[in-house]
Each structure stands twice: as C-alpha cells, then as structure tokens.
C-alpha cells in the first residue's frame, strides 16, 4: 500500500482520516491502523471501492495506492 499517495489524494480533496473514517463508517483508529498496515489490519474490496468512488481514482490510481504495483 502506498499511503503517501493515498494521503496526497486525501489532502487533494481537504480529506482528513476522520473524513474517510466516517465515510467508510469505521472507527478513526480503525483507519490509521488500515493505512498504516498495523495489526493485521488492510482495506476490504468495499472500502477500496468507495474510496475509488470519492475521489474518483482511475485504474492506474487504484492500482498505485492500494496494491503498490508499477503500472506502465
């Protein structure tokens, strides 16, 4: 997971972590754990998707942030 480029998108749209928390309807620390990889802790399909869905991310975006693959 690139989360600087997630934070930079966040930031884009003056998106904080209790925005996006709010949004997935998960807990503030839930989400610093998700995007910090703690505690085993990592974004469902679902919450990829809505997140996608906010800031309108297209493929190449999707695949840079959460599966941190270089997309020619």
Do not use: C
Not at 1 to 8: D, E, I, P, Q, T
Request: no cysteine; net charge positive; proline share 0%.
């Amino acid at each position: 997971m690139n989360k600087n480029m997630l934070r930079s998108v966040m930031a884009l749209h003056g998106d904080k972590g209790n925005d996006i928390a709010k949004t997935l309807g998960i807990s503030r620390a839930r989400f610093s754990d998700k995007i910090n990889e703690k505690n085993g802790a990592q974004f469902t399909q679902r919450e990829i998707e809505m997140i996608r869905n906010r800031y309108s991310l297209s493929a190449t975006e999707l695949e840079l942030i959460f599966f941190d693959r270089k997309v020619s």
